[in-house]
Structure formats: structure tokens, C-alpha cells
């Protein structure tokens, strides 16, 4: 689905009359990145892997046909929180695959590829659908994408944002929930559409940024955002460009080229996992200020930093709150 761009008065009106979409017709059958998945009626005890899912199924008001959640970065949105809080978490990160299926969900969508797929953490879509469970991969990660090259996967091509609106059309369809789908990517793409003519028209001269999601380790080198991948999607929209020339979706790349590359502005993600111990935004940021190399860098000394929700930088509902952001830090540029 492709919805032209809407005002909020457009939406406003459309729901007013009920013209949005028709109640789903089942049997449903999606094709999901190649795979096709069937769907006798809406799902039950839907369990989502991965915050980007669970947090689109909230919007969609579908959190009464839940029973578990998986894989968070950060705190759920305030907007959900009676929904998050009605639905049990069985794991902060990667569940075990006996601990999804012991709920008999009826439908596990996931965010990543390396969750469910040929080489899942947390199984195989076979394993699934051996025992009758239809397992969905949103599209962003896992058209024009090979997740079995590199460690977080290699873009074959640029990401694109239809794959985001096309993950809530699809998932919207199957839990029968296609008014509230139709409204929530007529809302994104205006909100979208917004921030990229606000950010073009401070027309800034060669502005660069970086995007550092964690590291391993503080002292080694960092995971940052690739040319293809959501954030170097979210540079080009406003016109920034990504000083990182691969197309791994985070590769890891030294401080020294980065500080060679001297981009105009730092993105660092901020997030509540602890994986790493750089997911601690605060810990990124006593580094970058205090290393020999990174103190120097012209965004260090001038405080161009922007702390961007480690959620915004996947294909996500926050990704448009992302951009938003983005385009406020960019204003400041020009100043």
C-alpha cells in the first residue's frame, strides 16, 4: 500500500466516513519475503520478537490478542504502556524457542531475520511451521537484504521506507485491523513528508554525520551505520551525508577513520538493553570526549552530539520520531 501523503484534517475526515479498508476476508495468505503464510482467522496469543513489532501491534490497538513479548531496547512508549503492561514479557532479549511456542501463539512476528530464519536464534521458520505457527519477518529486514553475510546482515539494496508501511499494512491485515493500519501510515508518511521539506530547506553545505549504535567493547572499535541501512536512509531524506562507505548494516569501523572522515555530527543510540557495555549512552559519551582521537574530532569539541532513541534507527513507528529529531539537531547547524 502506497497512501499519498495526508493532512491530519484528510485523516481526520476518512475516518469520519469509515473509507478507510474492508474487514480482512479469510482465509488470508501473505507472501512474506518468499514464504507464504495462511491465516484461518485472526490470531490468538500473539507472541512479537522484537520492539519494532510488538510496538506497531500496540498501535494497532491489537494488544487484547497478545500473550507475550520479546527482544526490547528501550522503555516501551508512554502511549503504551497500559497495552505493554497487559501483555506478559517472557524475555528482555532473545527468547528460547520452547518459551514462544509453550504460549500457543497463533501468529509470531519478528523484526529481525537472525530472530526466526535460516539461521535463527530463536528457531527456523520450519520449526515453526512444523508445529502449525505462521512466523513473519517484517519486510525491512529481509527484502533487498542477506542476513547470512556479515554479522548483522548486508543490504543488497538501499533500505526503503514501503518495506516500513508495507510491515503495517500486512500486519494490520492480518489482525483485522485495517482502519487503524490505513490511519497510522497516512500519519507517518505526513509526519515524514514534513521533516525532510524542513530539513532540505536549511539547504546546509556538505553536512556529514556518523551514527554509533554500541561497541563490544569501549576500547574496540565501534558498530556504526553502514550506506544502505535505515539510518543512512534517514541521511539521504534530509540531506546528510553517511562518512561510513559499507554496506553492512553496522559494521564495525576504528575511530581513526571516523576521526579522518571528521563528520559535521555524532548520532549515538540511547537505550535500556546492556549487552554491550557502549549501550550506555552516557559511557559513549564520557569516551568520545575523553579518547585521544575522538576528543579531537570537530563534533566532539563543538558538541554536535545528538542522543537518538536506539529504536528510531530501526524500520520501526519511531523511525519517523527519529528523522523529527534529526531535523531539530540539523537546524542547529545552521545557526
Known amino acids: 500500500m502506497n497512501l499519498p501523503f495526508l493532512s491530519l484534517v484528510a485523516i481526520s475526515a476518512l475516518i469520519a466516513k469509515g473509507a478507510y479498508a474492508a474487514p480482512t476476508e479469510y482465509p488470508l495468505t501473505i507472501d512474506n519475503c518468499g514464504i507464504e503464510i495462511t491465516f484461518d482467522g485472526p490470531p490468538e496469543n500473539v507472541v512479537s520478537i522484537g520492539q519494532s513489532a510488538t510496538e506497531t501491534l500496540y498501535a494497532l490497538g491489537a494488544e487484547d490478542r497478545m500473550a507475550g513479548t520479546a527482544l526490547w531496547f528501550s522503555a516501551v512508549l508512554p502511549e503504551f504502556a497500559d497495552a505493554d503492561a497487559s501483555v506478559e514479557r517472557i524475555a528482555d532479549n532473545a527468547p528460547s524457542f520452547e518459551s ?13 531475520e537472525w530472530m ?47 518495506t516500513l508501511y508495507k510491515s503495517i499494512e500486512q500486519m494490520a491485515a492480518i489482525m483485522n ?27 546546509l553545505p556538505d553536512a556529514s554525520a556518523v551514527v554509533w549504535f554500541s561497541s563490544a567493547e569501549m576500547e574496540r572499535d565501534p558498530f556504526v551505520a553502514g550506506q544502505k541501512g535505515i ?51 552516557e559511557k559513549k559519551l564520557e569516551f568520545l570526549r575523553s579518547d585521544p582521537v575522538t576528543s579531537q574530532m570537530t563534533a566532539v569539541k563543538e558538541d554536535r552530539i ?3 532513541d536506539a529504536e528510531a534507527m530501526h524500520a520501526s513507528i519511531r523511525l519517523i520520531d527519529g528523522l ?12
Request: net charge negative; with cysteine.
Open 100 to 112: 514462544v511456542v509453550n504460549k500457543r501463539p497463533g501468529f509470531v512476528p519478528t523484526m529481525f
Open 116 to 162: 526466526i530464519g535460516p539461521k535463527g536464534v530463536v528457531g527456523t521458520r520450519e520449526q515453526f511451521a512444523d508445529l502449525g505457527i505462521p512466523a513473519y519477518v517484517m519486510p525491512p529486514d529481509c527484502e533487498g537484504k542477506d542476513n547470512l553475510v556479515g554479522a548483522d546482515g548486508t543490504r543488497l539494496a538501499p533500505f526503503d521506507i514501503a
Open 177 to 203: 485491523r485495517q482502519d487503524r493500519g490505513a490511519e497510522l501510515i497516512a500519519e507517518l508518511q505526513a509526519r515524514e513528508a514534513a521533516a525532510a521539506r524542513r530539513a532540505r530547506a536549511l539547504d
Open 231 to 281: 539510518p543512512a536512509w534517514m541521511f539521504e531524506r534530509l540531506g546528510l551525508r553517511n562518512v561510513i562507505e559499507s554496506d553492512e548494516e553496522w559494521p564495525t569501523v576504528g575511530w581513526e577513520s571516523i576521526a579522518k572522515a571528521d563528520p559535521s555530527v555524532i548520532v549515538i543510540a540511547r537505550m535500556e538493553r546492556r549487552r554491550f557495555p557502549a549501550d550506555d549512552h
Open 306 to 308: 545528538v542522543i537518538l
Open 324 to 335: 523529527e529529531a534529526l531535523t531539530d539537531a540539523m537546524e542547529t547547524l545552521s545557526q
